[in-house]
């Protein structure tokens, strides 16, 4: 059953198309690695399906429904946008920076109640962020810090999350951490996608993966249809290394291919 | 935290009723200004203290609740009510009746020009900054507005007609909250809550703009109307604010950056806090301008400006490790 859909998205950003027809989908109950090239379009695809911007043309559904057509604060509670490098402007304690992901579900008059409290203080034990909750954000490292963000996202307890390099700043462990995390999020009936760079951990945690180059649809389908040597070194530019093991597979980049033969 | 700064507010409010050249008993003037013969002295606290005091709260309620309002919209410790230039557009309205002459013939001329230039000024910055202006066009268009409005005040100075002109356009200029009346309170009031309640009810957006604009939105928020509701508001009561006491400084930009510490940094429950701050250093402010032994009384905006610019400077030397 398809949910998240994205039909002939089109995008120009200061004269140039950043999307270029694109069709997505993302269906209940699976992880979608979104890869790609820096500046291939993947922040904007992203903030597409979020709704943050609209396509010039094209259009996003979410269970069948137009996405721009569903109220601003339902849309709010269905879907979490988490950011790359995302600011944060005041050095706010973490446990209320994580609570701010519960105001789409606030009554307009009423504060946050027990139960938001409870989800808040959920999503931070999740992220393994609990012990940093007196902390002050502008306190933490990266890594922490990008914990934090993350269990803000999964506070507002969304159909469908929507991570834009959600392990760039982690170490191997919390790496880790955060991909079984979207895994578990995913299995519970919901949504995620997620643009990762890493290709060993999109090829091991994605059910399926979206490759994107310069605003296209390059290639789509499971992890070992996706990131075969051919398509890496014709997308990246780049050597790699593939084995399998008992394991699992994976793949690593290795070496750059000679700029002259690479056309970008 | 609130219940603190209530208190510190009554205790300044009744304390500024009692100051004053005349000295008189407090409770004892009180009541009998409630019964058929107020006598002088009731007279000179319900018609002269009285709506000082009330203004004071009014005004540096106002300042407070627009800078700790526009800080957390331009997510910028350095805006203020005077930078979005809503200050001197106010200023510039009150001037040109003051030159025309309008002012002496109409006593209601200067707090009506002043808020008719308080609207222009939101008029043109909305326009200005467009439908999707991010924080840094909206903080550019306020800069462009406020200098267009000095350069303005500055023409009308220099072409008056009389150096009286000048004098009574300087001084109006530099705030003061002495020998306001009721109907004074009663022209600002109405806008000024106005303004109160757009700003006060930004709470939640404004907690929802310090994790950024695109995050903001996916939290339900629109913007575009998060923005005007905030510039709206604090025109209106800065605007009304200003038409009445002239250019207040500083409070606006040194009050909500005292009491961030102490509400966790969070803008939304800085609003109110930074709302009864203005108001306590408002009043406490007022009384210094009549307390000060000289026999010229100080204009309020030069007391403020005096004590807010190096308390100001001594904050940013403290806090400049933790200052984002």
Redesign the interface.
Known sequence: MSALAAKGVTVSLGGREVLDNVDFEAKRGEVVGLIGPNGAGKTTLL?VL???MIPDRGAVTLDEIELMSIP??S???L???L?AD????????VD??VA??R??H?GPWSGLNEADAEMTESAMARTDVLDLSSR?I?SLSNGERARV?IA?ALA?EPEVLLADEPVSSLDPYHQLQVMELLQDVATDNRIVVAVLHDLTLAARFCDRIVLIHDGCIAHHGLPEAVLTSDIVRSVYGVETITASTSAGDFVVPWRRIDSGTHSP | MLVALSVVVLVLFIASLATGHVSLPLIRTLVASFGDDPGMLGLILIEIRLPRALLAIIVGGSLGLAGAALQGLL?NPLADPGVIGVSSSAGLGAVLVIYFGIAAEWSLAVPIAAMTGAAIAVALLLGLAGRDAGPLTLILAGVAVNAFAGALISLALNLAPSPYAVIEAVFWLLGSLADRSFTHVWISLPLTLVGWILLATAA?PL??????D??A??????LSRVRGQVVLGAACCVGAGVAVSGAIGFVGLVVPHLL?PFV????GRLLIASGLGGAALLLAADMAARLLPITHELRLGVVTALIGAPFFLHLIVRTRR?L?
């Open positions: 903030r979020t709704g943050l601003r604060v849309r709010a509670k879907i979490a946008y950011p995302a600011p944060v402007y005041w050095p706010l304690r209320r920076l701010l992901g105001i789409p606030a002050v502008s963000l803000r507002v | 997510r939640r907690n929802a703009l310090s994790l950024g695109d995050v939105r996916s939290l339900g928020f629109n961030r966790g940094h969070e803008p933790t984002i």
